[in-house]
Each structure stands twice: as C-alpha cells, then as structure tokens.
C-alpha cells in the first residue's frame, strides 16, 4: 500500500513526538495548544512571530527533559 | 570476580527482548565469557524454549529464593557452551513471588562468579519489571521501528533514571532496510533522535531468527554469518568493550552493483 501524502514514516515520527509530549510532560493536546497561544500572545507583544512556523517539541538529553519552543521571527521589511 | 548485571527490557511485549537476550549470552559465552542468563518472566517463562533448554529444567528462579534448593542446583549449564547458564523463571508462580530484594541479591551473588549475568526482563512496567531491574548495573532497550514500541521505551527509559538506572542504551530490533528506504519505516537516526539515548546496536529483520527459534538453537550459534546473527555477535562485542561501526544494512541492488563494479558510486 502507498502512503497518500509523503512517506509513511513521516507521519510515524510526527505523532510520535506529538504523542512523547503528553507522556513525558503529561500535557494535554489542548493544554499544550493553549500554551503555544499565551507563548505567541506574549511573543508577539516585542517581535512578529511567523506564526504558521512555529514548532513545540519535548526532548530529552543527559537526563534532562526540556520543553523547546521553536518560534521564527518574520524578517522586517 | 565482579561481573556485571545487565537486563533487557523494553515496554512493550513482543519486540524481541527474549532473543535478544538469549543471543547476546550465547555471543558472549562464545567470546569465552562467564555468563548467567535469568529468565525474571514469572509465569510465563519463554528464554529456556528459545535456548532449547526446556527439558532440562529441575529447580527455578523461585525455588533459589524460598530456599527449596541451592542456587547451583537450579542453574542449567547449556549443552553447547559450557560457560553459559540459565536460571529459569518460575511456570506456575506469578511475579509476586519474588520481591526487588530478592532479586538484587541474587544476582549480587551470581555476578561474583560469572563475568556477564543477562536478566530477561517481562513486558509491562510493574512488579515483575521492577524485580528484573532491581540488581541491574546496565539496562539494555529493545525497540523495533513503531510508533507503539518506540513510545513504550521511551516510557521505560524514563522510569530507569527515576530508579537510578542511568544510560541505558538501545537496540533496534526487526529493522526492514527495503521499507527504511522507501519511507516506509522510520530509520535509525528518527529514533535516536527522539529517545535521545545510546544506539548499542541494530538488528535487521531476518527469518533465521524464526527458524533458530523453532529449533532451540541461538542464531549466533547455528548461522552467527546470517544478518541477525552477525548483528547480535555485533552487539556481544560492543559489550565487552569494543568499538564497532554498524554493519551495512542496505541490500545491494543490481543497479547499485553495477554501479560501484563500474566505478559510478
């Protein structure tokens, strides 16, 4: 069977993580949206954040977990 | 003689944790080791039918512990090697039988006299899992590339360090090259990437593994050239110490032949 849109394994590694956030940091998946929100209301109070790119994402290194926000700026005209 | 505990556990059931335990003892017995491998699935104990072992077995896990017959008694040596034994698990007890306590004792003990001791851990994150930790030095991960197994380490990985168990590392069992080509299944790399922890090894899907466990046979023993069985003798030598590159996984396509014999790749 194909895959309808890109590859199989994409999808995999994306509700992966999707699904790492909530075991990890035991956020729901509306928790975790309204947080990106107040982030992006705030954030947006002192840059203009390109809000269609913004990424969130659990990760874990050397014993430590951190929530990484990913937020890229839109370049000034 | 301190040896060291390791026990293999991974979340999820069905991954491989049995073979992989069973052929990493014998690699390791075959590399002229001392090694004690512990079936810690009571009830339904599995690693004596993969070891073809099952026939031999008198005392278990359980009977060392109430004191029914001395550790030596219940220890199994394998026909082959002669440096390798299994303590069985227990089939009509269930985990509960056996606490932490007992278990890090036991292999206190076992580990003064063996160089590697090798606990098959259940699936699940309850009291048989914490029994299988309990004495443990080193915790390997098996995982295979799904979505299911990958959450559930990543699970276990998290419960190790609250129990101290710190740097485990994984082995990613049943990897299908042609599917990992197409992006059909993730690679090594997405894995690693989001367990965030050590590879100790990669071991290809392969149908010998069937075939050595319908005979009894460890594959490392009975075709240690097949891709499963150079991948887990692979992973026994990175245990004992020795830097290794992963093995070439990708299948040589005609095409790609033809293209390295004329010299374009």
Redesign the interface.
């Known amino acids: 069977m194909r ?1 309808d849109s ?5 999808i ?2 994306e ?3 999707f ?2 956030i909530h ?2 940091i035991k956020l729901s998946p509306e928790e975790m949206d309204s947080l990106k929100q107040e982030m992006l209301e705030v954030l947006s109070k002192y840059v203009k954040v390109d809000d269609r790119k913004i990424k969130m994402a659990v ?3 050397e ?1 430590i977990t951190a929530l990484v926000a990913n937020f890229p700026i839109k370049r000034s005209e | 003689m301190a040896g060291k505990v390791i026990v293999v556990t991974s979340g999820k059931g069905g991954v491989g944790k049995t073979t992989t335990t069973a052929n990493i003892g014998t690699a390791l017995a075959m590399m002229d080791k001392r090694v004690c491998l512990i079936d810690a699935d009571i009830g339904l104990r599995n690693l004596d039918v993969v070891m073809g072992l099952e026939n031999r077995i008198v005392y278990d896990l359980v009977d060392v512990v109430e004191g029914n017959c001395r550790l030596e008694q219940a220890l199994i040596r394998d026909k082959r090697q002669h440096n390798l034994f299994l303590l069985p698990a227990a089939q009509t007890r269930d985990k509960n039988a056996v606490t932490p306590y007992q278990m890090k004792e036991l292999t206190d003990r076992l580990k003064e006299e063996m160089d590697y001791v090798l606990v098959d851990s259940p699936a699940g994150i309850e009291q048989g899992f914490k029994n299988a930790i309990a004495g443990a030095d080193l915790a390997i991960i098996v995982t295979t590339p ?2 299911s197994a ?2 559930d380490a ?2 276990v ?2 419960l190790l ?1 609250t129990e101290g168990l ?1 740097n485990p590392e994984v082995v990613i069992n049943r990897l299908r090259p042609d599917m ?1 080509e ?6 090594i790399s ?1 894995m690693i990437e ?3 922890i050590n590879l100790l090894g990669v071991v290809p899907e392969d149908e010998n593994i069937v075939i050595s466990t319908n005979r009894g046979e460890p594959v490392v023993l009975r075709n240690g050239n097949s891709r499963a069985g150079t991948a887990f003798l692979n992973i026994a030598r990175r245990i004992n110490g020795e830097e290794l590159p992963l093995m070439n996984l990708e299948k040589e396509t005609l095409l790609k032949k033809f293209k390295r014999i004329v010299g374009l790749s």
Do not use: F
Not at chain 1, 6 to 10: A, N, R
């Open positions: 895959s890109g590859s199989s394994k994409d995999a590694k509700r992966l993580q699904i790492l075991d990890r990760n874990r290194s014993g | 799904e979505v990958v959450r990543d699970r990985i998290g360090e710190k990992v197409k992006g059909d299944m993730m690679d997405d989001i367990l965030a």
